[in-house]
């Protein structure tokens, strides 16, 4: 790929202040040149006072949201000096998990509280608290479209459903298990369920039932996302795997087509998380090795493995549009860097 070198193009000077870097023009580290518009090749995001479980871009690229066990949920600049410029506060318990809505003007939240919370990004105002969960709320997760739903997951073994245009729940799947990640399917449809049976459940949301059990993970799935076109289901899991599920209608029997390994999952027990490249080309998943693993799809071939971070990584995203990944870790701290 050819990178035209851009205005920011620079190099940082070791020893400088993180985030707010000296730099020489021209090129990033050992002369290479740069591939995006990051103001360094590596930013280091500071201000979290607690561990960082979760941290996604939101659709644009020109922001990101962390949430933490500080109970708050940080937004920041991707470009200049990543800034940090709004906090969003009301969680009593951590921010175990956050999304963009698919327009970019809300994040969704999850905590041990209790709730969900949806946030207006502009204002920065709490606009709705979903409160119906009896336990630790794990996971959640926008529809892609259609009617502004959310899906979460919980401790109390139910997923629930959620309109942000009406009050409550508007149905609830009940699992025998524990639910630490959900997913949409692309359509709406169906909903993804992963917990501490180690199965991925899909469930008919017209039928209210289960359609589908996908088996092959042997300990608690912590993590899943769908592929960005949509046929594709990539989940984490405690047994030191990230799957690949083929979601396409007429799939065969056996839907897990690619398993990738080398990532670490200790005894803290966190949700990592994993992710998809905007093409679908890369996957990246957080690890208790505090490493940053990127894999190729087809390969299957770890890519990268970055190292930074002085915790467990536990979360990692690609920019929807540029070569950049960004990762968060219970060192309190996030880095973006440039691949």
Same mark, same amino acid.
């Given at each position: 790929?050819?990178?035209?070198?851009?205005?920011?193009?620079?190099?940082?000077?070791?020893?400088?202040?993180?985030?707010?870097?000296?730099?020489?023009?021209?090129?990033?580290?050992?002369?290479?040149?740069?591939?995006?518009?990051?103001?360094?090749?590596?930013?280091?995001?500071?201000?979290?006072?607690?561990?960082?479980?979760?941290?996604?871009?939101?659709?644009?690229?020109?922001?990101?949201?962390?949430?933490?066990?500080?109970?708050?949920?940080?937004?920041?600049?991707?470009?200049?000096?990543?800034?940090?410029?709004?906090?969003?506060?009301?969680?009593?318990?951590?921010?175990?998990?956050? *999304?963009?809505? %698919? /327009? @970019? $003007?809300?994040?969704?939240?999850?905590?041990? !509280?209790?709730? &969900? +919370?949806? =946030? #207006?990004?502009?204002?920065?105002?709490?606009?709705?608290?979903?409160?119906?969960?009896?336990?630790?709320?794990?996971?959640?997760?926008?529809?892609?479209?259609?009617?502004?739903?959310?899906?979460?997951?919980?401790?109390?073994?139910?997923?629930?459903?959620?309109?942000?245009?009406?009050?409550?729940?508007?149905?609830?799947?009940?699992?025998?298990?524990?639910?630490?990640?959900?997913?949409?399917?692309?359509?709406?449809?169906?909903?993804?369920?992963?917990?501490?049976?180690?199965?991925?459940?899909?469930?008919?949301?017209?039928?209210?039932?289960?359609?589908?059990?996908?088996?092959?993970?042997?300990?608690?799935?912590?993590?899943? *996302?769908?592929? %960005? /076109? @949509? $046929?594709?289901?990539?989940?984490?899991?405690? !047994?030191?795997? &990230? +799957?690949? =599920? #083929?979601?396409?209608?007429?799939?065969?029997?056996?839907?897990?087509?690619?398993?990738?390994?080398?990532?670490?999952?200790?005894?803290?027990?966190?949700?990592?998380?994993?992710?998809?490249?905007?093409?679908?080309?890369?996957?990246?998943?957080?690890?208790?090795?505090?490493?940053?693993?990127?894999?190729?799809?087809?390969?299957?071939?770890?890519?990268?493995?970055?190292?930074?971070?002085?915790?467990?990584?536990?979360?990692?995203?690609?920019?929807?549009?540029?070569?950049?990944?960004?990762?968060?870790?219970?060192?309190?701290?996030?880095?973006?860097?440039?691949?």
């Amino acid at each position: 790929m050819l990178t035209v070198p851009r205005e920011h193009n620079a190099l940082a000077i070791p020893g400088a202040r993180p985030g707010s870097e000296l730099f020489i023009h021209g090129h990033g580290p050992g002369g290479k040149p740069r591939t995006s518009s990051l103001e360094s090749p590596i930013m280091l995001l500071t201000g979290h006072q607690s561990a960082i479980y979760t941290m996604k871009f939101n659709p644009s690229g020109t922001l990101i949201a962390s949430g933490s066990h500080d109970k708050d949920i940080f937004l920041w600049y991707v470009h200049g000096d990543c800034n940090n410029f709004m906090v969003l506060r009301g969680h009593k318990n951590a921010v175990l998990d956050l *999304q963009w809505t %698919p /327009d @970019g $003007s809300q994040i969704i939240s999850a905590s041990p !509280d209790k709730t &969900l +919370r949806a =946030w #207006d990004v502009e204002t920065g105002k709490q606009v709705k608290k979903m409160a119906e969960h009896s336990s630790f709320v794990n996971s959640c997760c926008p529809s892609r479209r259609g009617p502004p739903l959310v899906v979460s997951g919980s401790d109390d073994g139910t997923a629930k459903l959620w309109d942000l245009r009406q009050r409550g729940a508007v149905q609830t799947v009940p699992d025998k298990y524990q639910i630490t990640a959900v997913s949409f399917s692309d359509a709406s449809d169906k909903i993804f369920t992963g917990g501490l049976d180690n199965d991925v459940k899909v469930w008919d949301l017209r039928r209210n039932e289960v359609s589908m059990t996908l088996q092959g993970h042997g300990d608690m799935i912590t993590g899943m *996302q769908l592929s %960005p /076109d @949509g $046929s594709y289901l990539l989940t984490n899991g405690m !047994d030191l795997t &990230l +799957r690949i =599920w #083929d979601m396409r209608p007429y799939a065969p029997q056996n839907r897990c087509v690619k398993i990738f390994s080398g990532h670490q999952h200790n005894f803290e027990k966190n949700l990592l998380k994993c992710a998809w490249s905007p093409d679908g080309g890369k996957v990246t998943a957080g690890s208790s090795d505090r490493m940053v693993y990127i894999w190729d799809t087809t390969s299957r071939r770890i890519l990268y493995k970055l190292p930074g971070h002085n915790g467990s990584v536990n979360e990692t995203a690609f920019h929807p549009t540029e070569p950049i990944t960004g990762s968060c870790s219970s060192d309190k701290q996030i880095y973006l860097g440039e691949i």
